[in-house]
């Protein structure tokens, strides 16, 4: 029973999150087909309609895909952050001997196609592109796994969504350094300011929903002026939201048993409607319930099927529409060394830094899973669809020949690792003959 509440929350992760492949995929091939058609023209257009409002002398106003790349990809990465902070205090990531070998394999993972990728660009114009080979998509990672039902042990699923979840630091980080613009120190320190009060709150056990809201709109705003990309304020948001409940399950539990006891001997029971004290009672009940919720869990949950269903279709639909045609004018090499940094730097980087940290005894593989399997994963982890083509953007701004070059790369080599991913995992993984 205690191992079911347990896995139940991941459970349900990797279900929305192979769901959430799908819709990505899906939304991919439209993207494509769209831009292909003969209402290609209409697919630019609509990126690039202008959306915004003005007060007096200020004025907020950009082309729709950058309302989708600067503000609904904040969301997906407040999510990364509440995702982050949960594993590191309460989850894979909360002690040493569990973070180990996910946290090796992510910095193999994520070092392994950078380095690739520079020995192999020669021209200095597309260097800036180092970053992109860098990330896995976890949820089209998890929608192949899904494919292969139980012959997936849980320990792999474990191990894939950990250090798909590192792999996401390593890019945030790599955002914030190296991918923003000039800095206005000034905003910035406004923002960070705004960001303490809120870390403050948060260690007092403090949350107030509408003053975070209203402050992170703020703190995002001031992101976005200062020159820092204002993702990385959904980031650093997510940190300020408190993960701790005011009462622990053990009193939620006794005070929950004496209010349904109270409710469940009032006299009023023969009747269907609720007597005055049993409304107060179930007023109480609610407000226990309130109490006993972590506000970072359940902002977790309540935000994960939007940005999976919605803010993450939407990105690849506004994103992955790549004209190709006879006509279309690609840097090959720059292609071709994205691909590879995808499908070659993933595989070498976290199969042969997992080899080493078991043979070093740094480390201990998952509980039912295979060597043979992690070189199937480290495969898988070449598929970089949504970060890869993010960091593309902001890469190649303003130059449509390399940031078109680069979501070839990221399509043709996500594709190949996520079919030869599939294969190694099926011929590795024999199905599981269940017990009668």
Not at 136 to 151: P, Y
Not at 204 to 211: D, F, G, H, S, V
Not at 418 to 425: P, S
Request: cysteine-free; proline content about 4%.
């Amino acid at each position: 029973m205690i191992k079911k509440i347990l896995l139940a929350p991941l459970q349900r992760f990797v279900q929305t999150e192979s769901l959430s492949g799908i819709l990505l995929f899906g939304a991919t091939l439209i993207a494509l087909a769209w831009a292909n058609s003969p209402f290609g023209e209409s697919y630019v257009q609509l990126w690039q309609y202008k959306l915004g409002f003005s007060i007096h002398d200020f004025k907020l106003e950009k082309p729709l895909i950058l309302w989708i790349n600067d503000g609904l990809m904040a969301i997906f990465f407040f999510l990364i952050g509440l995702e982050l902070k949960r594993e590191l205090i309460i989850g894979e990531l909360d002690s040493i001997q569990k973070a180990a070998f996910p946290v090796l394999a992510a910095l193999g993972g994520v070092i392994f196609p950078i380095g690739l990728f520079l020995l192999l660009n020669d021209n200095p114009q597309t260097a800036t592109g180092w970053g992109i080979p860098m990330a896995t998509d976890i949820a089209f990672a998890l929608a192949i796994i899904k494919l292969l039902g139980d012959r997936i042990p849980l320990g792999l699923k474990v191990f894939l969504t950990a250090f798909a979840i590192i792999d996401d630091i390593a890019a945030v980080v790599v955002i914030a350094l190296f991918y923003s613009a000039t800095i206005h120190w000034s905003l910035l320190v406004y923002a960070l300011i705004i960001l303490a009060v809120l870390g403050i709150l948060s260690y007092r056990r403090i949350y107030l929903p509408a003053l975070f809201l209203i402050l992170g709109i703020v703190v995002w705003f001031l992101f976005l002026k200062s020159g820092i990309h204002p993702t990385i304020a959904g980031v650093l948001l997510a940190f300020t939201i408190p993960i701790r409940q005011k009462i622990n399950l053990k009193n939620y539990l006794t005070e929950s048993k004496q209010i349904l006891a109270s409710i469940q001997s009032d006299p009023n029971n023969e009747n269907n409607i609720l007597s005055k004290a049993q409304i107060i009672q179930i007023e109480n009940l609610e407000s226990q319930i309130r109490k006993v919720q972590s506000p970072l869990q359940d902002l977790e949950y309540k935000i994960h099927h939007w940005v999976a269903y919605f803010i993450m279709p939407i990105f690849a639909l506004a994103n992955a529409g790549v004209i190709i045609n006879s006509q279309i004018r690609l840097d090959i090499p720059l292609a071709t060394n994205i691909a590879l940094g995808l499908l070659l730097g993933k595989f070498l980087g976290i199969s042969i830094v997992s080899y080493l940290g078991l043979k070093l005894k740094l480390t201990t593989l998952p509980i039912g899973v295979k060597f043979k399997q992690i070189l199937g994963v480290s495969v898988l982890a070449g598929v970089g669809f949504t970060m890869s083509i993010f960091i593309s953007g902001l890469a190649f701004t303003g130059n449509q020949l390399y940031n078109d070059s680069a979501k070839i790369g990221i399509l043709a080599g996500s594709l190949v690792a996520g079919l030869l991913g599939y294969l190694i995992l099926l011929r590795t993984s024999p199905l599981q003959q269940k017990k009668i």
